[in-house]
């Protein structure tokens, strides 16, 4: 089957691209509202764009042609933000704070989520989060005619869960199997990465 995009609505090709391109890393981004009260929402259109400087790159949809979502809101505001690698045993909680709840109800009342203080940055990180980056808006664009938000954040900092890391030299070694991350794929299905395995870069 070969399918022309451009026969397909919008809609269409959202659910072919979210269940063709999987598994997709997922952005567990906390921010905070206008009122100081803190939002936390999760996003699979998401990826590492530059290591120089540092970065991360999410779009992020909106309610309506003219009204943001909380979270590209609260990013554009010029405010810090971090963005959470949600492991595997996430997933119900990252799960409830997709909801849509009215701007400046707290996703972290809403799913019970624990906080714990981020040395260096003025926002707290989730506790159960093995990584956890953070972040300002680097840049941004405006795309397409639905208006989605093309944000570029600069990490600044990352939290590493001990057994997640290992120093050999100034080479850092991360363990995947200890993150164990959860991943995005169609519809209403998430996975986990499985067995990792190594093959050697040819020359």
């Known amino acids: 089957m070969q399918i022309q995009l451009d026969t397909l609505s919008p809609n269409q090709i959202y659910h072919l691209l979210t269940q063709t391109i999987i598994p997709r890393p997922i952005a567990w981004v906390l921010s905070e509202n206008e009122d100081k009260s803190l939002n936390l929402a999760p996003f699979s259109f998401f990826n590492a764009m530059c290591s120089e400087p540092p970065l991360l790159a999410l779009s992020i949809g909106r309610k309506d042609k003219e009204t943001p979502k909380d979270t590209a809101q609260n990013i554009l505001s010029g405010r810090e933000f971090i963005l959470h690698i949600a492991s595997l045993e996430s997933s119900e909680a ?7 709840l009215e701007y400046q109800t707290s996703e972290i009342d809403y799913a019970d989520i624990k906080l714990i203080d981020f040395p260096g940055a003025t926002l707290p990180r ?11 808006l680097y840049e941004h664009h405006i795309v397409g005619p639905n208006k989605q938000i093309f944000i570029y954040a600069q990490a600044h900092s990352v939290h590493l869960k001990d057994d997640v890391v290992s120093e050999d030299g100034n080479r850092l070694t991360i363990n995947a199997s200890h993150i164990n991350p959860l991943s995005r794929l169609g519809a209403a299905e998430y996975s986990s990465i499985g067995a990792p395995f190594k093959i050697t870069r040819p020359k």
């Not at 990252?94 to 849509?100: E, R």
């Not at 989730?126 to 300002?136: L, N, R, T």
């Open 126 to 136: 989730v506790a159960d989060c093995p990584v956890a980056f953070q972040c300002s």
């Open 94 to 100: 990252l799960n409830k704070t997709a909801a849509t």
